[in-house]
């Protein structure tokens, strides 16, 4: 799979983009602020449904505009498949594949995976636990259509609990009959998704063993993933009584999956306290690049590979050891931003691979092609 082309209507920074691709490595290069990331952007909400930075689709419309339109065209099989993605003010965002009826969000995710690298991925190590149940529902969501499912339900259920909470504490009356008929639907969904979060756990952290592992070199570092639930020890029916007083205290559900942890751990002390930048950026690398494989292995298509300002953010030994996995092919179709022309051009041709690039002036793109 690769996108062949890619127009864009209205989104962010870009009035009006058409552009078409090669079907191994692509670079996005200029000065910073000028939309190449916004470009990476635009490919990652052909898959997903939503901008990868900024959710409120209202923002992501071109000053003055009232709306944006996203098409790209995939190729697949040897067939090709046109995406479209539109979002008007005051109306709903619609999804359409070869201009047939809008098709249901969660339907669509998974069908055109895509892996993005970013600097703010930094945010999974450094902020709240909530980021790192959402990368990982993200991919598991893009393998298994139920667990999707599943977690939109849950989380429905999650409000609907909470907003009976509140309006037992208003009324100073508590239904248990009501309540408990609440609880037997979350507590249904809640044990399922974490069943299934912790059965990938079990598949995901090998492999992601052996890309922190080859990204240092096999050093005496040692890299893991704890996952941590309310769930592990006590059923969720059990969990939901015992801490029932507390939950009509506060006014809101307590104890449950929404309040699982993944543990990023680097010599069995936590990432973020003992962990240097270079470790950092290494563990999330791999991370990704593990991402990359399930998500390749299981649906037996490569994903769309986004790094954005990756060069930037790396030293000579992680660039050298990424440039080896390019060479070698273990990717498809790669997206690349640099804001130093001179530096992509010069870490590509040492690695002998070929790029087109595009380079962006004053909203304007200049082509070149990178031949080894």
């Known amino acids: 799979m690769f996108l062949q082309k890619l127009r864009l209507y209205n989104f962010k920074n870009h009035q009006e983009v058409t552009l078409n691709f090669e079907d191994k490595i692509n670079c996005f290069l200029g000065k910073n602020g000028i939309g190449k990331t916004n470009l990476l952007d635009a490919i990652y909400y052909l898959s997903f449904t939503k901008s990868a930075i900024n959710p409120y689709d209202l923002q992501n419309i071109h000053h003055g505009q009232s709306g944006f339109l ?3 065209t995939f190729a697949i099989d040897n067939k090709q498949k046109e995406v479209m993605c539109s979002f008007q003010q005051g109306e709903k965002k619609i999804v359409r594949e070869d201009d047939q009826e809008p098709v249901k969000f969660s339907e669509h995710v998974g069908k055109y995976p895509v892996v993005l690298i970013a600097p703010q991925d930094i945010e999974l190590i450094w902020d709240g636990s909530e980021l790192r149940r959402r990368f990982f529902d993200s991919l598991i969501s893009q393998l298994d259509r139920h667990y999707l499912d599943y977690l939109i339900v849950y989380n429905h259920q999650l409000k609907q609990r909470n907003s009976l909470l509140r309006s037992f ?3 100073g009356k508590v239904d248990a009959d009501l309540l408990d008929s609440y609880d037997l639907k979350i507590v249904e969904s809640g044990t399922y998704l974490h069943k299934i979060r912790k059965g990938f756990l079990m598949e995901f952290i090998p492999k992601f063993k052996q890309h922190y592992d080859f990204l240092v070199r096999e050093s005496e570092e040692k890299a893991n993933i ?3 639930s309310d769930l592990e020890e006590t059923s ?3 969990l939901l009584k ?4 507390r939950d009509l205290i506060l006014q809101r559900t307590t104890t449950g999956i929404h309040r699982d942890d993944f543990l990023f751990v680097l010599n069995e ?3 973020k306290r003992a962990g240097s930048q270079g470790q950092q950026k290494s563990f999330l690398i791999g991370l990704k690049l593990t991402e990359f494989q399930i ?3 299981q649906k037996q298509v490569k994903p769309i590979l986004l790094l954005d300002d990756i060069f930037d953010k790396l030293d000579d030994l992680r660039i050298q050891q990424l440039m080896k996995l390019v060479s070698q092919g273990t990717f498809g179709q790669l997206f690349i931003t640099d804001a130093r022309q001179g530096r992509s051009k010069q870490i590509l041709s040492e690695a002998r691979i070929g790029a087109h690039l595009f380079v ?5 793109f200049n082509q070149e092609w990178l031949k080894i």
């Open 70 to 72: 996203i098409k790209g």
């Open 169 to 171: 504490s208003e009324s």
């Open 226 to 228: 704890q996952y941590r």
């Open 236 to 238: 969720f029916s059990a």
């Open 242 to 245: 015992k801490n029932l007083q």
């Open 269 to 271: 002390q936590e990432l």
């Open 295 to 297: 998500l390749a292995e």
């Open 360 to 364: 962006l002036e004053n909203s304007t």
